[in-house]
């Protein structure tokens, strides 16, 4: 069964600062990875998506991710912070092949200080 | 393009009474998924429908059903509502293809209050 874990349930940086938000994923066969973005009374946006392709994985709003099999990670990254990324984040994960099934982790909620 | 849309957005309903939300899905997509949002428990499947059949069901009980008509819309009804099931209700659809199967597309989702 695939699984995905976040850790740390709520970043906080400065306007202009790296963002790292850490996601970590355990499944028997290939994965196919996803970041989403969710803003406040709002539903979820795909950032972007891993799926076997090139390892680093460029999405929208400056984001990127990059697969790391070997330390079964798939962390997200922004070089510079801006007051609009304020959000929660969500890092999912399905197997290649199958029905459509999103295993979500438990959420990042990152905060912007000015 | 037109976005997936969901109604009711907002919904009150009373312990022991049903309810029924609906979903469009982005023109042309065939896949329509939806997810319970919860503070406690995250974001968990509920089932998946692909040409009117549901193709996958999550671990809920047999109070939370849906369907999907011919033209890709869906709905899913939630019998005798518990507290437990105030959430928000997202729906996701998703275009059958190859390198496009795999993203879904997200509505706004549906607030339901159960008191």
């Known amino acids: 069964a695939q699984s995905v874990t976040q850790l740390g349930s709520h970043v906080s940086v400065s306007e202009g600062a790296l963002v790292l938000l850490r996601c970590n994923y355990s499944s028997s066969v290939p994965p196919y990875l996803f970041w989403y973005v969710q803003y406040p009374n709002q539903g979820l946006q795909l950032l972007l998506k891993?799926?076997?392709?090139?390892?680093l994985v460029k999405g929208i709003n400056g984001f990127e991710a990059e697969f790391k099999k070997s330390e079964t990670s798939f962390h997200l990254t922004k070089p510079s912070a801006h007051m609009s990324d304020a959000a929660e984040y969500f890092c999912?994960?399905?197997?290649?092949?199958?029905?459509?099934?999103?295993?979500f982790g438990q959420g990042t909620r990152l905060t912007i200080n000015p | 393009k037109a976005g997936v849309t969901q109604t009711p957005r907002y919904l009150i309903k009373t312990r022991g009474q049903q309810v029924t939300l609906s979903c469009s899905p982005i023109?042309?997509?065939?896949?329509v998924s939806w997810y319970q949002q919860t503070p406690g428990q995250g974001l968990q499947f509920l089932f998946e429908y692909f040409s009117e059949t549901q193709r996958n069901k999550g671990n809920f009980p047999g109070r939370f059903s849906g369907r999907q008509f011919s033209n890709s819309r869906s709905e899913m009804n939630v019998s005798t509502l518990e507290l437990g099931d105030s959430a928000l209700y997202l729906c996701?659809?998703?275009?059958?293809?190859?390198?496009?199967?795999?993203?879904?597309?997200f509505g706004p989702g549906t607030r339901l209050t159960v008191t």
């Open positions: 891993y799926t076997s392709a090139a390892t």
């Open positions: 996701a659809s998703s275009l059958e293809g190859t390198g496009r199967r795999y993203e879904q597309y």
């Open positions: 023109s042309g997509h065939r896949s």
């Open positions: 999912a994960v399905r197997t290649a092949g199958g029905a459509q099934k999103l295993v």
